[in-house]
């Protein structure tokens, strides 16, 4: 195995840790994190015994597991690992795509799940996502609940796929800023059915802030839920807006203003909160604002943005999610400027 060992305590690398039975793989993998300087792999496990060892020995930060391995599973493994102090973050990298296997291996605390077809675009972000006590779930598990309360989340969207996720230490879980990278269109209007359905379910007051397109392909699908979308309107507790005017009310000279951005949010934010019927008098938040200004290439008022939304989550009771279109990334999805949108928000979801 081609791998060194640090154990300087003062050390400023985060150190990985890589388990599949597979060197071929293994090498892929160890291609794909060699790309972060900052990371440094101590070793690699081709079974998941041995990765248990390993971990004990040489207490990496991150340790990627494979969920079918001889000896020890990658499941039992991480129920092992997990019990360490402190117990490093764990991704799951692996072929299996079943929901119960999936369930199963979030169940035992990991803050990432890839599919290997995925890797290339999901792997780095997954990791990083882990050592900010976030949380990356691959593309595939779709039964998730922005709006769900409860430390186990439980997909009510997709009952057929239902898994449980476990939000991983130090998240708080009162404030809800998501994000969701998107490879299409039908991908995309799904996923912001299925959320805003949930808020109407709620009792929450809903905001969408999208483009003209996008906002009436999703009047359409949420009155074909049989949704009385005319009905939220007059009432307050739907509002939809464009997303190019909207980033015209605090966008100067191409530079992002934070006094209008909180005024002109919390605005509609402190409006729509009294329409909501649910005992919190929550609102739903959805934008894409940002996703156009990656369109436009001002990376920088985007992250601005994302870090204001933020301080929305502070200061008022609304669940907020972004959506981004993965071609729009720029440099792709394996960035640093990548990273930094992730790391404003709460939970990752790639599609």
């Given at each position: 195995?081609?791998a060194?060992t640090?154990t300087n305590?003062?050390?400023?690398?985060?150190?990985?840790?890589?388990?599949d039975d597979?060197?071929?793989?293994?090498?892929r993998?160890r291609d794909?994190?060699?790309s972060?300087?900052?990371?440094?792999i101590?070793?690699?496990?081709d079974?998941?015994?041995q990765a248990?060892?390993?971990?004990v020995?040489?207490h990496p930060?991150?340790?990627?597991?494979d969920?079918?391995?001889?000896?020890m599973s990658?499941?039992e493994?991480?129920?092992v690992?997990?019990q360490?102090?402190?117990?490093?973050r764990?991704?799951?990298l692996t072929?299996?795509?079943?929901?119960?296997?999936r369930?199963?291996?979030l169940?035992?605390?990991?803050g990432?799940?890839v599919?290997?077809?995925n890797?290339?675009?999901?792997?780095l972000?997954?990791v990083e996502?882990?050592?900010?006590?976030k949380?990356?779930?691959?593309a595939?598990?779709?039964?998730?609940?922005f709006?769900?309360?409860?430390?186990?989340?439980?997909?009510?969207?997709?009952?057929q796929?239902?898994?449980?996720l476990?939000?991983?230490?130090n998240?708080d879980?009162?404030?809800r800023?998501?994000?969701?990278?998107y490879s299409d269109?039908?991908?995309f209007l799904?996923?912001m059915t299925h959320?805003?359905?949930?808020a109407?379910?709620?009792g929450n007051?809903v905001i969408?802030?999208a483009t003209?397109?996008?906002?009436?392909?999703l009047?359409?699908r949420?009155?074909a839920?049989?949704?009385?979308?005319?009905?939220?309107i007059e009432?307050?507790?739907?509002?939809?807006?464009?997303?190019?005017d909207?980033?015209?009310?605090?966008m100067?000279d191409?530079a992002?203003d934070p006094?209008?951005?909180?005024?002109?949010?919390g605005?509609?934010?402190a409006t729509?909160?009294?329409?909501?019927?649910?005992?919190?008098?929550?609102v739903?938040f959805f934008?894409?604002?940002?996703?156009?200004?990656w369109?436009r290439g001002?990376?920088?008022?985007?992250?601005?943005d994302?870090?204001?939304?933020n301080e929305?989550?502070?200061?008022?009771?609304?669940d907020?999610?972004?959506a981004?279109?993965?071609g729009?990334?720029?440099?792709?999805?394996e960035?640093n400027?990548f990273?930094q949108?992730?790391?404003?928000?709460s939970?990752?979801y790639s599609r």
């Open positions: 195995m081609n060194t640090n305590p003062d050390r400023s690398e985060r150190r990985l840790l890589i388990a597979s060197r071929a793989w293994r090498a993998v794909l994190l060699q972060r300087p900052d990371w440094e101590v070793a690699e496990a079974d998941g015994q248990v060892l390993k971990t020995e040489l930060d991150v340790v990627i597991l969920i079918g391995m001889p000896l990658g499941i493994a991480a129920g690992i997990r360490l102090s402190p117990p490093p764990i991704v799951f072929a299996n795509d079943d929901s119960e296997m369930g199963a291996a169940a035992k605390g990991a990432g799940y599919i290997k077809a890797a290339a675009t999901e792997l972000a997954a996502a882990v050592l900010q006590d949380q990356l779930v691959n595939s598990l779709t039964g998730f609940d709006g769900d309360p409860e430390n186990e989340r439980t997909a009510r969207h997709h009952p796929d239902k898994v449980s476990i939000p991983l230490p998240v879980t009162s404030r800023h998501e994000v969701g990278f269109d039908r991908r799904d996923d959320f805003i359905s949930a109407f379910k709620d007051a969408v802030v003209e397109s996008h906002r009436s392909s009047l359409a949420l009155q839920q049989g949704l009385d979308i005319g009905g939220a009432q307050g507790t739907y509002a939809a807006f464009d997303a190019t909207a980033l015209a009310t605090f100067v191409d992002l006094v209008r951005f909180m005024e002109s949010f605005n509609l934010i729509a909160a009294k329409t909501a019927t649910g005992d919190h008098r929550r739903t934008g894409e604002g940002t996703n156009l200004l369109q001002n990376v920088r008022a985007a992250i601005e994302e870090i204001l939304c929305l989550t502070k200061t008022y009771d609304v907020i999610l972004c981004y279109s993965v729009d990334v720029e440099g792709g999805m960035t400027l990273q949108v992730c790391a404003q928000h939970t990752v």
